[in-house]
């Protein structure tokens, strides 16, 4: 369906989303919780994946089995330098996943995305790409990136946050109304330095504490 947003509205993750959000949270803490979310969002994003059956003995008795399909593999694609905690966890749930990584920083003054880093494994045409970055505020960042993972022509493209602004969602869906986005919650609005309201504050200095 085209401009769709996904609110994965657990109850575990809205409880943790919840202290993530609380300005006393430690970055240790932080950092935990945003890994236990990205598990909790990378069950409901995977949903979808394709299965294939294969003929196995169980110690009892034969059995056709279901597996994901090898043919339809995931490449998953961190927007540096936050999407690194969504990773993070993602690749404990799915380890074989291959991992790409764009590096964008937004200009302070025209909020404007400019791309500085760029690396994703050779065979993206043959695998689903998740994108991931836990703010989705202006939307520029996400274009941006989203902009440039479509020359790799990925089989499908899904964009996972933890956090969207309603300003971001539209901006975002305009350019790109193919790609779903999901989300485990939509704030507010956007201040005027673009941070989401209430929002959680700058998600990459509080996982690496950087401020
Ligand atoms: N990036 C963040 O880390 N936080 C926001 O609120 C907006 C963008």
Redesign the pocket.
Known sequence: MPGEVIIIDHPLIQHKLTLMRKAETSTAKFRSLLKEISLLLAYEVTRDLPLKYELIKTPLAPMNAPMLAPDKKLVIVSILR?GQGILDGMLELMPSARVGHIGLY?DPKTLIAIEYYFKVPHDVDKRNMLVVD??L??GNSAVAAIDRLKQTNPLSLKFICL?A?PEGIKHFHEQHPDVTIYTAAVDEQ??EH????P????????LFGTK
Not at 194 to 197: D, S, T, V, W
Not at 199 to 206: E, I, N, Q, Y
């Open positions: 936050a937004r836990p703010m505020a202006t956090l602004a956007l201040d673009g941070y989401i309201l929002g959680l504050g700058d998600a990459g200095d509080r």
